[in-house]
Structures are given as C-alpha cells and as structure tokens.
C-alpha cells in the first residue's frame, strides 16, 4: 500500500485542500500472492474505492493515525480517500464555504484525475464516524447511483437534535434556523424520499457504542429505517466515543463491504 498525501486546489472553496490517500499496489509480487496469474486478470478498471470521512474536531490524517485502516485495507485491494472538509458538518454552509459541492461533485472528480479509482458504482462506497457518519449516509442517500454502500460508525443521526450542542457551529454551518426538518441535512428525510423513488439502493450499515453519548439518535433513525426495505444493518455493543470503538468497527465495515481482494 501507498499512503499519500495530496495537496490541491479547490474551485469549489476557492482556497487549497487536502487529502490522504491509501493507495493498493498492483505489482507483480501482489498478483502472486493472490494466486491469479496476469493471463487471468480482467482489464483494471480503476481500485474499488472507499471515500472515509472524519468527525468534527478532526482532519483528514486522523484514521491512518488512530486505526488501522491502512492494513485492513492492504489485505482487500481497497483504495481510501480521506478528505478534510473542516467543521463543516459536509454542508453548505450559510456562513462559509461550500463543503457539500466540494465532497459531493470536486473531491470525486480530483480524486479519480489523480488517482486509479474506479468510477463503477458497485465499486464506491462511503463511511464515516460522528459527524462523518452523518455525511457519509448524506453522501449514500443523496447520490445512490454514486455509491453502492454507505455507513455510519456513531454518527451524528439527527443534526437538528444536536443543534443546542453545537450552538456556535450549527448557525455558521445551518444559520439560525437550521437545520431544518425536511431538508438535505436530514437523514430521515432523505432516506424515506429515496425509499419511495425508483433511484437505486445502497447497502447501509449503521453501529453505535452502548456508551455513546449518540444512541438514542442512531436508534431513533434505526426505527425509522428499518421499515423502509434497505439492504441495513444495525449493530451495537459495548463502547464509548471514541477510537478504540473505531478501530474496531471500521475493520467490521470492511468485512461488511465483502469486498474481494
């Protein structure tokens, strides 16, 4: 594996931006160990790619530092683009800069220009913890004929309720009302519009630590989803807010995925 970090500048923001990049290496030795000759290969189209997202006190260095990510990535042939999108809540923001545009349509295209990732919709997907699950089921909701899966480790469920929380953040990401019910920050909303449309379905796996601070919001949007007729997948157990939970669960995401190497 190749880890990367890569500077660039951004259209969308209008101001230079980073992201770290967990490459899979495809050399001959690699191919040996798998077993497959090069005769057998099919034509490479790209590296199945998982877009991972940060929570919100930190930036894109913060899963290479605090899990092991990288290895559990090696063993699957899995790319991992990690964005930094600050205290943005992956939003719009009323009074700053247009994250959402940014990770939702730029980071997509930049990352896929610089790298050889695959463009194929099964072959992308989108995970996240507290803030980066909220973004990371906005991402897989919003744009389902992007994303084959998405989850969410201890996501922020419900932005509306944790408004009072973040009182400073929340008006300069949502301004002083938001964020609203019924709008494109709400995950309840989202994902019972996209139940009742023709578009396509991601896979959706959600988890939370029985010690979270959060699991009252990841059961209510559990409730909520459930019914819905999503390819999901709840799991809890014991665990705080924190990155030994993290570590954990980001391995379970990736055995979820199922990808093969």
């Known amino acids: 594996?190749?880890?990367?970090?890569?500077?660039?500048?951004?259209?969308?923001?209008?101001?230079?931006?980073?992201?770290?990049?967990?490459?899979?290496e495809t050399t001959e030795r690699r191919i040996g160990e798998l077993g497959v000759s090069r005769a057998a290969q099919p034509q490479f189209r790209?590296?199945?790619?998982?877009?991972?997202?940060?929570?919100?006190?930190?930036?894109?260095?913060?899963?290479?530092?605090?899990?092991?990510?990288e290895r559990y990535a090696a063993a699957l042939g899995l790319a991992v683009v990690m964005p930094n999108v600050h205290r943005s809540f992956?939003?719009?923001?009323?009074?700053?800069?247009?994250?959402?545009?940014?990770?939702?349509?730029?980071?997509?295209?930049?990352?896929?220009a610089f790298f050889?990732?695959?463009?194929?919709?099964e072959d992308n997907f989108v995970a996240g913890l507290s803030m980066g699950g909220h973004g990371a089921f906005k991402l897989a909701?919003?744009?389902?004929?992007t994303?084959?899966?998405?989850?969410?480790?201890?996501?922020v469920a419900d932005a509306a309720a944790f408004r009072e929380a973040r009182a400073v953040d929340f008006r300069l990401i949502f301004g002083d009302g938001g964020p609203e019910r019924g709008s494109e920050h709400d995950l309840f909303h989202l994902a019972s519009t996209l139940a009742a449309s023709a578009r396509p379905k991601?896979?959706?796996?959600?988890?939370?630590?029985?010690?979270?601070?959060l699991l009252a919001q990841n059961h209510a949007l559990r409730a909520h989803l459930e019914p819905?007729?999503?390819?999901?997948?709840?799991?809890?157990?014991?665990?705080?807010?924190?990155?030994?939970?993290?570590?954990?669960?980001?391995?379970?995401?990736?055995?979820?995925?199922?990808?093969?190497?």
Request: glycine share 8%; proline share 5%.
């Open 90 to 112: 992956y939003s719009n923001m009323a009074h700053g800069y247009r994250y959402w545009d940014f990770v939702s349509r730029e980071l997509l295209e930049k990352a896929r």
């Open 46 to 69: 790209g590296h199945p790619t998982l877009f991972l997202l940060h929570g919100l006190s930190d930036d894109e260095s913060i899963w290479t530092r605090a899990t092991n990510v």
């Open 116 to 121: 050889p990732l695959s463009h194929a919709r």
């Open 1 to 24: 594996m190749a880890l990367i970090d890569c500077k660039f500048f951004s259209e969308t923001l209008g101001m230079c931006s980073s992201l770290r990049v967990i490459l899979p």
């Open 141 to 145: 909701l919003s744009l389902p004929e």
């Open 147 to 155: 994303f084959a899966a998405g989850a969410s480790l201890s996501g």
């Open 202 to 213: 991601p896979r959706l796996f959600q988890c939370c630590g029985t010690e979270d601070f």
């Open 228 to 261: 819905l007729g999503f390819d999901y997948l709840y799991e809890e157990g014991p665990g705080l807010h924190d990155w030994a939970y993290w570590d954990k669960m980001i391995a379970r995401t990736l055995s979820w995925l199922a990808i093969a190497p």
